[in-house]
């Protein structure tokens, strides 16, 4: 969709609300700096989580937790041996400030008192934008998936997930794909809603400000944008 721009939380925060999310263009995410708006979107919805027998089985060995080690999931996910690593330094520094803010979470498997796994990603209205997770245990990754459903459950309220692009791995959970303007209308909707209630309160809830660019504030379109 573009390229350049900043990462300041309202820049942030304005891309995700038009379904547009960044990430380097270079090699392991790299700069120049990029802004996608896949299409086709790879979405989980209300009841299409598939929870297999052996992830039940994973799961009773697993304990999950919200937003007690964002910083520590965050490194997990941008470990540099993992295939197709994309999360820099720049990109880390600019969700932690989003967690301070009380916009970014994680989602957290624990095993033995040990992070074993875990998910991080954006909460903005009805909306989780999913960025990445990770694993050093069996099905951990998968487990955070289901914690982070759970939690979104909680209300009984409509929701949706954004995972950027549906993998073979992510579709055995579920996830599905659709079009971008279907994925447009899913997320005006959703991120007009009142957040779940487990992540009310936070630094934002509170009275915390962020300046919002507007849509395509100082990137430029480039002929082979996504």
Do not use: N
């Amino acid at each position: 969709m573009g390229v350049g721009a900043d990462l300041e939380p309202g820049t942030i925060l304005s891309a995700y609300r038009h379904g547009i999310f960044p990430m380097g263009l270079g090699p392991r995410g790299g700069p120049p700096l990029g802004w996608w708006s896949p299409d086709p979107r790879g979405v989980l919805l209300p009841g299409d989580l598939h929870v297999s027998r052996s992830l039940l089985r994973s799961l009773r060995s697993l304990e999950i937790r919200h937003d007690t080690a964002f910083a520590e999931v965050v490194a997990g996910c941008a470990a540099p041996g993992r295939d197709g690593a994309w999360i820099t330094p720049r990109i880390a520094r600019a969700y932690q400030q989003l967690h301070d803010l009380g916009w970014a979470h994680s989602v957290e498997v624990w095993q033995d008192d040990q992070l074993v796994g875990g998910l991080y990603g954006l909460a903005i209205g009805r909306l989780f934008a999913a960025e990445s997770k990770f694993h050093r245990a069996t099905d951990a990754s998968k487990a955070a998936v289901v914690g982070l459903v759970r939690a979104l459950e909680e209300d009984d309220r409509p929701w949706l997930v954004d995972v950027q692009w549906r993998t073979d791995h992510l579709a055995t959970l579920g996830v599905r794909e659709v079009s971008r303007s279907a994925y447009l209308e899913m997320v005006a909707s959703a991120v007009a809603e009142a957040l779940p209630s487990r992540w009310r309160g936070t630094p934002h809830g509170g009275g915390a400000h962020v300046r919002e660019c507007a849509s395509g504030d100082g990137m430029v379109s480039p002929s082979h944008a996504r």
